[in-house]
Protein backbone atom coordinates (compact mmCIF):
# COMPACT_ATOMS: atom_id res chain seq x y z
CA UNK A 1 0.00 0.00 0.00
CA UNK A 2 1.28 3.36 -0.61
CA UNK A 3 -0.23 4.79 2.62
CA UNK A 4 1.61 4.11 5.87
CA UNK A 5 0.27 2.42 8.41
CA UNK A 6 -0.47 3.79 11.96
CA UNK A 7 -1.61 2.04 15.46
CA UNK A 8 -3.38 1.09 17.10
CA UNK A 9 -6.21 1.68 15.01
CA UNK A 10 -8.18 2.73 17.88
CA UNK A 11 -7.69 3.74 21.37
CA UNK A 12 -9.96 4.62 24.24
CA UNK A 13 -8.02 6.26 27.21
CA UNK A 14 -9.35 8.07 30.61
CA UNK A 15 -9.41 11.92 30.69
CA UNK A 16 -5.97 12.92 32.49
CA UNK A 17 -4.00 10.24 30.20
CA UNK A 18 -1.40 10.39 28.16
CA UNK A 19 -2.12 8.67 24.61
CA UNK A 20 0.15 7.94 22.15
CA UNK A 21 -0.50 7.33 18.09
CA UNK A 22 2.27 5.06 16.08
CA UNK A 23 3.16 5.91 12.30
CA UNK A 24 4.87 3.86 9.75
CA UNK A 25 6.06 4.81 6.10
CA UNK A 26 7.93 3.49 3.61
CA UNK A 27 9.73 6.53 1.09
CA UNK A 28 11.64 8.88 2.03
CA UNK A 29 10.47 12.11 3.21
CA UNK A 30 10.65 15.96 3.28
CA UNK A 31 8.25 15.91 6.07
CA UNK A 32 5.94 14.73 8.18
CA UNK A 33 2.66 16.06 9.63
CA UNK A 34 -0.35 15.00 11.77
CA UNK A 35 -3.85 16.11 11.30
CA UNK A 36 -6.92 15.55 13.50
CA UNK A 37 -10.76 15.07 12.30
CA UNK A 38 -13.47 15.00 14.13
CA UNK A 39 -16.21 12.62 13.03
CA UNK A 40 -17.86 13.56 8.99
CA UNK A 41 -15.55 17.18 10.18
CA UNK A 42 -12.87 18.67 7.62
CA UNK A 43 -8.40 17.88 8.79
CA UNK A 44 -6.69 20.07 11.06
CA UNK A 45 -3.15 20.44 11.15
CA UNK A 46 -1.60 19.84 14.06
CA UNK A 47 2.45 19.84 13.76
CA UNK A 48 4.64 19.68 11.22
CA UNK A 49 8.07 17.67 11.92
CA UNK A 50 11.19 18.00 9.03
CA UNK A 51 13.20 14.79 7.81
CA UNK A 52 16.18 16.48 10.07
CA UNK A 53 14.46 16.90 12.78
CA UNK A 54 14.15 14.31 16.10
CA UNK A 55 11.54 15.74 18.16
CA UNK A 56 8.89 18.63 18.46
CA UNK A 57 7.19 20.44 20.77
CA UNK A 58 3.33 22.34 20.15
CA UNK A 59 1.33 22.56 23.82
CA UNK A 60 0.71 19.04 25.11
CA UNK A 61 1.37 17.49 21.91
CA UNK A 62 4.79 15.99 21.36
CA UNK A 63 5.68 14.41 17.35
CA UNK A 64 9.10 12.29 17.00
CA UNK A 65 10.29 11.30 13.95
CA UNK A 66 13.23 8.25 13.09
CA UNK A 67 14.11 8.63 9.71
CA UNK A 68 15.73 5.04 10.23
CA UNK A 69 12.44 3.21 11.00
CA UNK A 70 10.65 5.16 8.81
CA UNK A 71 8.12 6.13 11.96
CA UNK A 72 6.84 8.65 14.07
CA UNK A 73 4.79 9.10 16.64
CA UNK A 74 2.30 11.80 18.36
CA UNK A 75 1.91 12.01 22.13
CA UNK A 76 -0.73 14.09 23.54
CA UNK A 77 -0.79 14.32 27.29
CA UNK A 78 -2.95 15.34 30.18
CA UNK A 79 -5.75 14.09 27.18
CA UNK A 80 -9.30 16.06 27.50
CA UNK A 81 -12.80 14.90 26.38
CA UNK A 82 -12.34 17.17 23.48
CA UNK A 83 -9.13 15.41 22.21
CA UNK A 84 -11.48 12.25 20.87
CA UNK A 85 -11.22 12.50 17.50
CA UNK A 86 -9.29 10.84 14.33
CA UNK A 87 -6.05 11.17 14.15
CA UNK A 88 -3.75 10.67 10.42
CA UNK A 89 -0.11 11.02 10.07
CA UNK A 90 0.39 12.37 6.54
CA UNK A 91 4.22 12.63 4.57
CA UNK A 92 4.74 14.87 1.94
CA UNK A 93 7.43 12.51 -0.12
CA UNK A 94 10.64 13.83 -1.61
CA UNK A 95 10.24 15.05 -5.06
CA UNK A 96 6.06 15.14 -4.94
CA UNK A 97 4.29 18.79 -5.65
CA UNK A 98 2.97 19.15 -1.92
CA UNK A 99 0.90 16.24 -2.49
CA UNK A 100 0.25 14.45 1.08
CA UNK A 101 0.15 10.35 1.50
CA UNK A 102 -2.47 9.67 4.66
CA UNK A 103 -1.94 7.04 7.11
CA UNK A 104 -4.73 4.60 7.83
CA UNK A 105 -5.44 6.51 11.29
CA UNK A 106 -6.35 6.30 14.88
CA UNK A 107 -9.51 6.96 16.71
CA UNK A 108 -8.93 7.99 19.79
CA UNK A 109 -11.75 7.89 22.39
CA UNK A 110 -10.88 9.99 25.73
CA UNK A 111 -13.59 9.03 28.22
CA UNK A 112 -14.61 12.17 30.80
CA UNK B 1 -8.32 33.43 9.05
CA UNK B 2 -7.88 32.04 5.62
CA UNK B 3 -9.84 28.73 5.37
CA UNK B 4 -11.52 26.77 2.78
CA UNK B 5 -14.97 26.31 2.26
CA UNK B 6 -17.09 23.24 0.35
CA UNK B 7 -20.81 23.39 -0.69
CA UNK B 8 -22.71 21.52 -0.23
CA UNK B 9 -22.15 20.20 2.55
CA UNK B 10 -24.43 17.26 2.13
CA UNK B 11 -25.91 15.89 -0.89
CA UNK B 12 -28.47 12.94 -1.86
CA UNK B 13 -29.37 12.12 -5.12
CA UNK B 14 -30.64 9.12 -7.68
CA UNK B 15 -28.35 7.01 -9.11
CA UNK B 16 -27.48 8.09 -12.87
CA UNK B 17 -27.50 11.76 -12.47
CA UNK B 18 -24.87 14.38 -11.92
CA UNK B 19 -23.44 16.06 -8.81
CA UNK B 20 -21.59 18.84 -8.64
CA UNK B 21 -19.12 20.12 -5.47
CA UNK B 22 -17.73 23.36 -5.12
CA UNK B 23 -14.31 24.20 -3.17
CA UNK B 24 -13.67 28.01 -2.26
CA UNK B 25 -10.36 29.08 -0.98
CA UNK B 26 -11.08 32.48 1.17
CA UNK B 27 -9.33 34.86 1.66
CA UNK B 28 -6.53 33.43 -0.25
CA UNK B 29 -5.56 32.59 -3.55
CA UNK B 30 -4.99 28.71 -4.33
CA UNK B 31 -3.41 27.87 -7.99
CA UNK B 32 -3.31 24.25 -6.61
CA UNK B 33 -6.14 22.14 -4.71
CA UNK B 34 -6.64 18.24 -3.91
CA UNK B 35 -9.18 16.51 -3.67
CA UNK B 36 -9.67 13.67 -1.66
CA UNK B 37 -12.03 10.71 -1.11
CA UNK B 38 -12.80 9.05 2.26
CA UNK B 39 -15.06 6.07 2.64
CA UNK B 40 -16.22 5.43 6.26
CA UNK B 41 -13.77 4.11 9.27
CA UNK B 42 -10.99 5.16 6.43
CA UNK B 43 -8.02 7.31 5.46
CA UNK B 44 -8.17 10.13 3.12
CA UNK B 45 -7.23 9.16 -0.46
CA UNK B 46 -5.97 11.76 -2.99
CA UNK B 47 -8.14 11.33 -6.11
CA UNK B 48 -6.70 14.13 -8.40
CA UNK B 49 -4.60 17.43 -8.21
CA UNK B 50 -6.97 20.50 -9.93
CA UNK B 51 -4.75 23.13 -11.59
CA UNK B 52 -6.03 26.71 -12.42
CA UNK B 53 -6.08 27.23 -15.36
CA UNK B 54 -4.71 23.62 -16.57
CA UNK B 55 -5.53 19.94 -16.53
CA UNK B 56 -6.35 18.48 -13.44
CA UNK B 57 -3.80 15.49 -12.19
CA UNK B 58 -5.34 12.37 -11.74
CA UNK B 59 -4.42 9.64 -9.44
CA UNK B 60 -4.05 6.18 -10.57
CA UNK B 61 -7.61 4.35 -11.07
CA UNK B 62 -9.53 7.31 -10.97
CA UNK B 63 -11.51 8.00 -13.86
CA UNK B 64 -11.20 11.34 -15.06
CA UNK B 65 -14.58 11.37 -17.05
CA UNK B 66 -16.25 10.42 -14.20
CA UNK B 67 -14.79 12.73 -11.68
CA UNK B 68 -14.71 15.92 -13.68
CA UNK B 69 -12.46 18.76 -12.21
CA UNK B 70 -12.46 22.18 -13.34
CA UNK B 71 -10.22 25.12 -11.52
CA UNK B 72 -12.30 27.92 -12.92
CA UNK B 73 -10.45 30.85 -11.08
CA UNK B 74 -7.51 31.10 -8.16
CA UNK B 75 -10.10 30.83 -5.49
CA UNK B 76 -12.38 27.93 -7.12
CA UNK B 77 -12.53 24.34 -7.75
CA UNK B 78 -15.13 22.19 -8.74
CA UNK B 79 -15.57 18.16 -8.56
CA UNK B 80 -18.05 16.71 -10.90
CA UNK B 81 -19.46 13.00 -10.17
CA UNK B 82 -20.98 12.41 -13.22
CA UNK B 83 -23.76 9.54 -13.65
CA UNK B 84 -23.30 8.77 -9.52
CA UNK B 85 -23.75 5.52 -8.57
CA UNK B 86 -24.24 4.13 -4.94
CA UNK B 87 -20.62 3.13 -4.78
CA UNK B 88 -19.59 6.70 -5.06
CA UNK B 89 -21.27 7.46 -1.93
CA UNK B 90 -18.38 8.68 0.17
CA UNK B 91 -17.17 12.09 1.82
CA UNK B 92 -15.20 14.17 -0.77
CA UNK B 93 -12.84 16.21 0.53
CA UNK B 94 -10.78 19.56 -0.95
CA UNK B 95 -7.45 21.19 0.02
CA UNK B 96 -5.52 24.26 -0.49
CA UNK B 97 -1.77 24.60 0.09
CA UNK B 98 -1.64 27.28 3.26
CA UNK B 99 -0.14 30.65 1.67
CA UNK B 100 3.48 30.77 2.49
CA UNK B 101 3.98 27.56 3.56
CA UNK B 102 5.97 24.60 1.65
CA UNK B 103 3.37 22.08 2.53
CA UNK B 104 0.93 22.11 5.11
CA UNK B 105 -2.40 22.43 3.99
CA UNK B 106 -6.09 23.81 4.77
CA UNK B 107 -9.19 20.91 4.29
CA UNK B 108 -12.80 21.90 3.81
CA UNK B 109 -15.27 20.64 6.34
CA UNK B 110 -16.13 18.09 3.11
CA UNK B 111 -19.33 16.81 1.30
CA UNK B 112 -21.22 14.15 2.37
CA UNK B 113 -22.47 12.13 -1.01
CA UNK B 114 -24.90 9.82 -1.07
CA UNK B 115 -26.00 8.54 -4.07
CA UNK B 116 -29.49 6.03 -3.47
Excluded at chain 1, 4 to 11: N, R, T
Excluded at chain 1, 60 to 78: C, E, F, P, Q
Excluded at chain 2, 53 to 73: C, M, P, R
Amino acid sequence: SQQGEEDPQALSIQEGENATMNCSYKTSINNLQWYRQNSGRGLVHLILIRSNEREKHSGRLRVTLDTSKKSSSLLITASRAADTASYFCARVSSGSARQLTFGSGTQLTVLP
Amino acid sequence: GAVVSQHPSWVICKSGTSVKIECRSLDFQATTMFWYRQFPKQSLMLMATSNEGSKATYEQGVEKDKFLINHASLTLSTLTVTSAHPEDSSFYICSAPRPLSTDTQYFGPGTRLTVL
